[in-house]
């Protein structure tokens, strides 16, 4: 499975962005995914995750209400809407695979497929 993010930018504070996270295979249905990012001196950190359904999504609470995970499973394409974007979600996104499904609130040791990233800039 390969995984390539895309999407990322340069915004000002209160605009949105949406990131696609397109799926090289033929199981997407049977992959929960999940994103991440990690600011520059940062360690990589949970952002959200979505069901093999899309039924079940977690978030972090830092853009939970602003950030919107969901997938299409005909397009074997997971979407992060994020809106309301702040200087502090500067990062670069990561999104990631398992073929475990998504039942509670996940690690990120629990992901072992990952994309290239895509860097988020938002300006003040």
């Known amino acids: 499975v390969q995984l390539q993010a895309s999407g990322g930018g340069l915004v000002q504070a209160g605009d949105s962005l949406r990131l696609s996270c397109a799926a090289s295979?033929?199981?997407?249905?049977?992959?929960?995914f999940a994103w991440f990012r990690q600011a520059p001196g940062k360690e990589r950190e949970f952002v959200a995750a979505?069901?093999?359904?899309?039924?079940?999504?977690f978030y972090a609470d830092s853009v939970k209400d602003r950030f919107t995970n969901s997938r299409d499973n005909a397009e074997k394409t997971v979407y992060l809407q994020m809106n309301t974007l702040k200087p502090e979600d500067t990062a670069v996104y990561y999104c990631a695979a398992r073929t475990k499904d998504l039942i509670r609130f996940p690690t990120i040791e629990e992901y072992n497929i990952w994309g290239q990233g895509t860097l988020v800039t938002i300006s003040s």
């Open positions: 979505i069901s093999w359904s899309g039924w079940r999504t």
């Open positions: 295979t033929p199981f997407f249905s049977s992959h929960s």
